[in-house]
Each structure stands twice: as structure tokens, then as C-alpha cells.
């Protein structure tokens, strides 16, 4: 093949992609009932409508203790969710990375366990969770739980396999044991990236939290659908800005510790 | 004698040798790991847990459980609707990262450090952070008291945080552009957009697909949970309906399978296309 | 406190000028040796080799003949499929785990890619050379005892590595990461020492201290050293033996004097020549 050859054969592969996407788009659309000019039309409609509606006044912060409680709840649920999981997945992290996998038939039983839990969705969980435990904190930690162990076993696998399998071969080889070759030869130089995975899980449980709040009626996601409701925009506008400052806080946090420990 | 080790360098202490020193690392590792262990273990005792008969819940649970399941059946939809319902999800999906992926890239060309100027770089990325703060669910409710409850309200929240998400990690590859080869195209009279098309769309292009599908994956998920919180449509309406409207455990069993078995599709084309691209595992 | 002063130096003593005996007394002792992966091709095939107290063995091939597979069967890093190991007197081809550990202890290895744990000091990545000897509770929290931080203070001051040791591994250049990585395997007080690919990631320089490094510790130490090499003429000028391997037999098993132009050939099937501009 000729180099004018192959760029024309390029550019066909290209044309024929961004058909296809083009199709797809189309299609979805329709599928949908999307309007693609009503819908970039709503966006500074909104913009407009949240800087006139969404401003917290003076009679909504007479409500903040209640909202500082309901928020203060999800955050301890978020942590507790995170950390808990963290745990859980990084015992079959262990199992299921090539690196440190005991036999073949336990690495493939963790994973599959793991992204099974992965993949049922979180709204899934609480919609089950919430028919046995009610509308209960329970039911918002489990469906947290469930979802943040799999993606975290996801996460400490890539991470554990990343990092060389080289310290591991020279720890065996000198006579270590199992959990020597581990916690000597493995978590040193995983662990860092592990614990930017947790934060990360961390910051994105207060926002699932919220998702699962409203609808298992826990947290702030609970004081969000009520007011939402009951059309009170200015509790709504005090609700979303607290849980700003809340997720920039996580960020910061996060982001020095980082830097702190790389 | 007082011992002393065979080298000037080393430390001791009580009459120890030490193996290492503390470093700033060190003590930021060691405070974050009694932190997060600290608020893990007192944690839930802050929490108000009501009544609760755990005993009750646990049982009753794992019956609902096996119900879910062992017994999956479909009683108030077909297997055909079921199907429609993943088809809407995913096309919801499908269009949040579309449009996302379009605007992203031109927002990270302008949000690039070699690519474009510092205090444009910086509203974009501060702007980004404020629309990662708040919940999907959270825009997608804002955008449905304008635009109504349904598709338009769902794919917006959603294409937000997928610009906010796609974005950096755009901006990411494209800052790994050798700065010699900007330069270079510059000194032979290259624009701005001729850079951008013949030296950074080819350079990460593969980065680019890379990302956008891992988004589509993550974005299922989102479409998913917005049908559920949001009432947008989807399986996951039909999920919420079954769960919260006609309590049959049988059905919303069988319709987390599917959606399950959706999910790990994605996730292993995800990965294949990863390994493809990136020569990852 | 003055004791311990005292112990080191009998232990420097013991392991620095420990006197070499005439009689070469038997390490390690391969008997037809083989090792496939799956029934067709053969990797290793009827390997005997027989290396002596503080020898000083190179083993040199292509690329792909075996080197590597070869040393780590002497450990069992890799189970060979047929033959027999004996290593200081004892079969060591069918122990068992804990068994297999005891005796790994007693075996050093060093690695072409050093295989450190980056993120650790050299002081901690050196000690991790006494797990073998402890138990698994004692590793994990990494106790040591001062007799065993006195022993690789000793030892990395010998390889010149004394301003380093509470420097992290990832801050070290190739050269500096290899002795550290000699020194986790002398740690270990071993009787053998395996060397795969030690130096193929090294610069000229850095690469002739290892090998005097290597050198010195066959002959004042009277450590057995087995090395993989592709660099024959490095082989030649340090070996006191070199063993050479062709798609996985031995086909060349003397002292390098005797290591003629033909010998390299049935080697490498090519000239040593053209190896040296390669």
C-alpha cells in the first residue's frame, strides 16, 4: 500500500466513524425524545433561573442546624462506606492481582465477585435494600458499601499490577512468606495510590449518598427531595451550596495529601 | 562504652538502630491512616439509627435477597420492554457523552497549559470543580424545573459533569504534547488550530477514545440511577416502579440482571479497548 | 551496649576473611535437570551441573536458551519438570513450603531490574533479606535485631553504600540500586549466590564495580556465585568457570581459557566478533 494509498484509507475509516456517530446520535435521539435545540436553548434558561431562585434567604439558614445535621450524617456515611470497603477490597485486591493472587481459580473468583458488585448499579442496591431495611441509614450505608467495594477491588487490582511484580519476586525468592511479600514487598509502594482511590471514593460517595438519600429518605439527599417538593428554591439553593463547600473541602484534603505523600 | 554504630550517618534511638527516618511523607501517611481508622470506628456511633430489629431485617433481607435473585421473573413488563427501557438508557447515555465529548474537547484545548493562556486554563478548570461539586441528580433536578421532567433534564445533568470529567482528563493528554513539536509547527507559521488538528488530535486521539468510552461505561451507570431518582425513563424507571410501586422482588431481580449484564459488557469492551489503545492491562 | 561493638566485629570477621578451604567441597548439585512448559517445546533438557564452595560460574547463551529459567529452577522460583536439586547436601527438588523456605534463605538472588521496593529505604530493602529466617508475625512488623541492622550496616558500608542507607530506593542510580540489591542477598548469609542478568542495565563503569563486587565476594567471602551473562567477554575475565547453553542443553562446561572460537559457535551459532560490535 502506497502512503496516498493508506492516508485516503484513513480518511475513509474516519468519515465512515463520524457517520456512524452522526447515525447513532440521530437515533438516540429519537429513541429518546431529545430535542437538541430545546435542550442547548434550556441551559442559560437554567443558568438564569438558578442565579435568580436557588439564593439561600434569611428564613431558610433558621433551618440550617436541621440541614447541618442531615449533611453531617451523609458525610460520616460516605467515610464509613469508603473506609469499610476499602478493607473488604483490599483483601481481594490480594487475591485477584496477578501479582499477589494465591492460585488462578481464587483470582478469578474474586474478580468476578468484585465486578459483579461493580456493575449492579447503586440505585439498584438501595431499591433492594430499601425494601428489607426501610427508610433507614442502613440501607444508604449497605447500597454505598456494595458499590464501592467493587469499583475499589477494580481500582487496587490496576494499581497492585501497575506497581512491578519485581520486589515480590526477589522477597519469595530470599525465603519471605506470603504475608511478608505482601505487606514488606507490596502495600509500600501501592498504598499511596490506593489511599488517592479511597479519597476519590470518598468525595464521590457524598454525592451518591445524595442519590441514594433521595430515594431511600436518608441524608441530605432526604431534606433535598422534600424541599424540592415543596418548591422551597431558597432551602434548595442553601442545600446545594453547603454541599459544595463540603466536596471542595474532600478535594482540597485529598489533593495535599497527595502531594504530601507522593 | 556507649555503642556506637560502625557510620557517622546513622540514627539511634533508646539505644536503637533506626531503618528509617521520618520524612513529611511519612507523617502525612501515617496521620491520614489514623484519621480515616479513627472516624471509621466512631463513625457509626454518631449516627441515629431509630428502631431497628437487626435480627428481623437480616433475615428478612436475605429472603428478599434469594426472592431477587434465585426466582427472577418478569410480571408487569416483557422481555421486550425490558429491552426498549436498556435501549433508552443507553441512548441517554450515549447522547450526555456525545455532546459532553464535542464541547470537552474544545474546553480542553482551551484549558491545555501548552496549549493555551494560564487565566483562560484556570476559569475553566475552577468553573469545571463547581460543576463536579454538585450531584448529578442534583443538576438534572435543577434542569427539569425548567426544561421539564424527561430526556432533556437527564441528558443535560448529565453532560455536565461528563464535560467537567472529560475535560481534565483530555487536557491531561494533551498537555503530554512535546513542547518541541508545538514550537517547531509555530516556527514554520502554524495557527493555533493547525496545531491543534495536525500535531494534538493525532498525538492523543487514542487517549481521547480511550476516556470517552470509559465516560459511556460510567455514564450507563448514571443514566441508570436518573431514572430511578429522576424519573427520567430508562430501566431504571422501570426498576423504581417495580421496587417502590409494586414491591415484586421477582422483577426487580430480573431486571438487575439485565442491566447487570449490560453493565459488563460495557465494562469489558471498556477494558479491551484500554488494552487496545493504551497497552494496558 | 559494648557487646554489641563487640559482635560485629567478630561477626565482620566471620563473614569477611571466613578462611577458603582447599578442598572444594560440593554446593550445588544439578542432575538432569529439565523443564518444559508445555509437551512440545523443551526449555532445559538433561542439565547437569555441579558448582563448588566459593566458585565463581558464569552462564552464558543467546537470548531465549535458558539462562534464565535455569537459575531460578536452582531455587524452585521456577518447579523444574524432571531431575533432581541437591543444594548444601540435601535434595531440595520435593520439599515442601516451609521446608523450601529454609533453604531459599541460605540461597541469595539479585535480579537484572534489581527488584527493590521503590518506595522503601535502603536500609529496609537490605533487611528484607533476613525473612527467610523469621516468622511470618516478625516480618510483617518488621522487627529486627540490632545484631541484624549491625550486619547490613556492615555489609553496605563494605559496598561503599554508607551515605545512602536511609535514602528511598527510587532516588538511587542503576549502579547504587544493584549493590543494594547485593546487599539484601548477602544479608541473607548465604552459601550460594544467583545472578541473573546483573548487569545488563548498567553503564560500562557502574558494571565493572558489580562485577568486582561479585568477584570479591566468591573469593574472601567463599560464597558459590552463578551468574547469567550475555556479555562473554565480561564471562571470560571474571569466571572461573563458564557454562554454556544452547536451546536449553549444556554444550560447553570449562574454564574460560577453553572457550575457543568453536565453542562460542556451537554457543551462539555466529561469531565472537560480531557479538562484541552487537
Given at each position: 500500500m502506497t502512503g496516498t494509498q493508506f492516508l485516503r484509507k484513513k480518511k475513509w475509516t474516519m468519515t465512515i466513524v463520524f457517520i456512524i456517530l452522526i447515525a447513532l446520535t440521530y437515533g438516540s435521539a429519537a429513541l429518546t425524545q431529545f430535542n437538541l435545540i430545546d435542550g442547548l436553548a434550556s441551559i442559560p434558561a437554567t443558568i438564569a433561573w438558578m442565579f435568580s431562585n436557588l439564593i439561600p434567604t434569611a428564613a431558610s439558614f433558621e433551618n440550617l442546624p436541621k440541614v447541618l445535621g442531615r449533611l453531617w450524617e451523609t458525610i460520616i456515611l460516605a467515610i464509613v462506606a469508603s473506609t469499610t470497603a476499602a478493607i473488604c477490597a483490599l483483601l481481594f485486591a490480594m487475591l485477584g492481582a496477578q501479582t499477589t493472587q494465591v492460585n488462578r481459580f481464587f483470582g478469578v473468583t474474586a474478580r468476578f465477585i468484585a465486578s459483579v458488585f461493580r456493575n449492579i448499579p447503586v440505585v439498584a442496591w438501595a431499591l433492594i435494600l430499601v425494601i428489607s431495611f426501610g427508610h433507614h441509614i442502613l440501607t444508604g450505608y449497605f447500597a454505598l458499601f456494595f458499590s464501592t467495594f467493587g469499583f475499589l477491588v477494580r481500582m487496587f487490582i490496576e494499581t497492585i499490577d501497575e506497581a512491578s511484580s519485581d520486589g515480590v519476586e526477589a522477597l519469595t525468592a530470599s525465603g519471605a512468606t506470603y504475608f511478608q511479600m505482601v505487606v514488606k514487598g507490596v502495600l509500600p509502594d501501592t498504598l499511596p495510590q490506593m489511599l488517592s482511590w479511597v479519597f476519590y471514593m470518598i468525595e464521590t460517595n457524598i454525592r451518591s449518598a445524595t442519590l441514594v438519600g433521595i430515594l431511600t429518605g436518608t441524608g441530605i439527599g432526604y431534606l433535598f427531595d422534600l424541599y424540592y417538593k415543596n418548591l422551597d428554591y431558597a432551602m434548595l439553593g442553601l442545600i446545594t451550596i453547603l454541599i459544595i463547600v463540603i466536596v471542595f473541602f474532600i478535594e482540597f484534603t485529598s489533593n495535599s495529601v497527595r502531594r504530601a505523600i507522593s | 562504652m556507649e555503642a556506637l554504630p560502625s557510620l557517622p550517618n546513622v540514627a539511634m534511638k533508646n539505644g536503637r538502630i533506626q531503618i528509617k527516618k521520618q520524612t513529611k511523607a511519612t507523617i502525612v501517611m501515617r496521620i491520614v491512616l489514623w484519621t480515616l481508622f479513627a472516624m471509621t470506628v466512631i463513625g457509626p456511633f454518631l449516627l441515629d439509627y431509630g428502631e431497628i430489629d437487626w435480627a428481623e431485617a437480616l433475615s428478612l433481607t436475605l429472603g428478599n435477597l434469594q426472592m431477587m435473585f434465585l426466582q427472577p421473573a418478569f410480571n408487569q413488563i416483557t422481555f421486550g420492554t425490558a429491552m426498549m427501557q436498556i435501549g433508552i438508557t443507553l441512548a441517554l447515555a450515549f447522547l450526555a457523552t456525545v455532546l459532553g465529548a464535542v464541547i470537552s474537547f474544545f474546553l480542553a484545548a482551551f484549558s491545555a497549559r501548552n496549549l493555551s493562556p494560564a487565566w483562560l486554563a484556570n476559569i475553566i478548570i475552577a468553573s469545571n470543580s463547581f460543576v463536579r461539586a454538585v450531584p448529578t441528580v442534583l443538576w438534572v433536578l435543577i434542569f427539569a424545573i425548567v426544561a421539564g421532567l424527561g430526556a432533556i433534564a437527564c441528558v443535560l445533568g448529565m453532560m455536565l459533569h461528563t464535560i467537567a470529567y472529560l475535560t481534565k482528563a483530555y487536557a491531561e493528554s494533551f498537555e503530554e504534547l512535546d513542547e518541541g513539536t508545538i514550537e517547531a509547527l509555530k516556527a514554520s507559521g502554524a495557527n493555533w488550530w493547525h496545531i491543534v488538528w495536525h500535531a494534538v488530535i493525532p498525538q492523543s486521539s487514542s487517549y481521547i477514545i480511550s476516556w470517552t468510552f470509559l465516560r459511556f461505561e460510567t455514564n450507563y451507570d448514571v443514566a441508570v440511577a436518573m431514572g430511578a431518582a429522576a424519573a427520567a425513563g430508562g430501566i431504571g424507571f422501570e426498576l423504581f416502579m417495580a421496587s417502590s410501586?409494586?414491591?415484586?422482588l421477582h422483577e426487580v431481580g430480573m431486571i438487575t440482571y439485565c442491566a447487570l449484564v449490560v453493565a459488563i459488557l460495557l465494562e469489558m469492551i471498556s477494558i479491551r479497548i484500554k488494552r487496545h489503545y493504551l497497552g494496558k492491562a | 551496649m559494648a557487646t554489641i561493638t563487640l559482635e560485629r566485629t567478630e561477626q565482620q570477621a566471620d563473614i569477611f576473611s571466613r578462611p577458603q578451604s582447599k578442598v572444594a567441597e560440593t554446593v550445588l548439585q544439578l542432575t538432569d535437570v529439565a523443564k518444559t512448559y508445555d509437551k512440545q517445546t523443551m526449555i532445559l533438557r538433561n542439565i547437569d551441573v555441579a558448582l563448588h564452595k566459593g566458585e565463581f560460574v558464569s552462564i552464558i547463551g543467546k537470548s531465549g536458551a535458558g539462562k534464565s529459567t535455569l537459575l531460578r529452577c536452582v531455587n524452585r522460583m521456577i518447579e523444574p519438570t524432571s531431575g533432581e536439586i541437591v543444594f548444601d547436601g540435601q535434595n531440595?527438588?520435593?520439599?515442601k513450603k516451609k521446608e523450601l523456605r529454609k533453604q531459599r534463605a541460605k540461597i541469595g538472588m539479585i535480579f537484572q531490574h534489581y527488584n527493590l521496593v521503590s518506595r522503601l529505604t535502603v536500609f529496609e530493602n537490605v533487611l528484607h533479606g533476613r525473612f527467610g529466617y523469621k516468622s511470618t508475625l516478625q516480618g510483617v512488623l518488621g522487627l529486627y535485631t540490632e545484631e541484624e541492622k549491625q550486619l547490613a550496616l556492615t555489609i553496605l558500608e563494605k559496598l561503599g553504600m554508607q551515605e545512602h542507607i536511609y535514602k528511598r530506593c527510587d532516588q538511587l542510580s542503576g549502579g547504587q540500586k544493584q549493590r543494594v540489591g547485593i546487599a539484601r542477598a548477602l544479608v541473607q548469609e548465604p552459601t550460594l549466590l544467583l545472578c541473573d542478568e546483573p548487569i545488563a542495565s548498567l553503564d560500562p563503569n557502574a558494571s565493572k564495580i558489580i562485577m568486582d563486587h561479585l568477584k570479591e565476594i566468591s573469593q574472601s567471602m567463599g560464597i558459590t556465585v552463578l551468574v547469567n551473562l550475555h556479555q562473554v567477554d565480561v564471562a571470560m575475565k571474571y569466571s572461573d568457570r563458564i557454562i554454556g547453553l544452547s536451546h536449553g542443553t549444556k554444550v560447553f562446561d570449562d574454564v574460560p581459557s577453553r572457550l575457543s572460537q568453536f565453542a562460542i559457535r556451537d554457543i551462539y551459532g555466529t561469531d565472537v566478533d560480531e557479538l562484541i560490535t552487537e
Open positions: - | 410501586f409494586y414491591y415484586d | 531440595i527438588t520435593h520439599l
